[in-house]
């Protein structure tokens, strides 16, 4: 069965949630696709490709997300990365910007760099103008750290636009940076 609204695949026993129209019984994937349901059945009811490549577009960010999201090894954490990638490309940083860029409280970003500097990865130091600033940077193994990864992204980015013709590749990135724009604020990439 599929949730007439975004084209997952689902079982309704596992549905997140359920709506009756015109006598019938719809099921959702999240609680999100319901209540845009809700609002307007007729729109979601009639045939239209949106469902489908809404259920597509999830599925390839999901793979995408496996292979740009993993931690570079099972010693990092996610956070741990983000951040890593964070001071790799915008340098030294005072730690409340990199807890706002990794969108984490920045009592949590404490722990995490405690942890990085552990690793040897990052190291911290107070702000000769002002004591009570704390500014992050990498290490040289983090940063070693940090190009091994980011050479390994780039690999994989320039393989998938071998898929592409350039034409293709620049109606690409223009929609992506669509996509992203319209992310709501406070998201994380979101403007």
Known sequence: MRDPVCGMDIVPTQAAARSEYAGKIYYFCARVCKELFDKDPE?????QPFPQ???????????LGKAFYAPTSSELTDVEWFALRTLGRQGESMMRAL??????ALSTMTGV??????????????????????LVSLTRQGEITYQ?????????????LKALDPAEQVQLVAMME?????????FPGGS
């Open 148 to 160: 091994k990864r980011l050479d390994a992204d780039m690999r994989l980015i320039l393989t998938m």
């Open 99 to 104: 807890a706002e860029e990794c969108a984490v």
């Open 178 to 186: 669509k996509i992203v724009h319209s992310l709501p604020a406070g």
């Open 53 to 63: 490549h809404a259920r597509a577009l999830y599925e390839a960010l999901t793979i």
């Open 43 to 47: 729109r979601y009811l009639t045939p």
């Open 113 to 134: 760099v405690d942890r990085l500097v552990k690793k040897g990865l990052v190291q911290r130091r107070h702000s000769e103008e002002d004591r009570r600033v704390v």
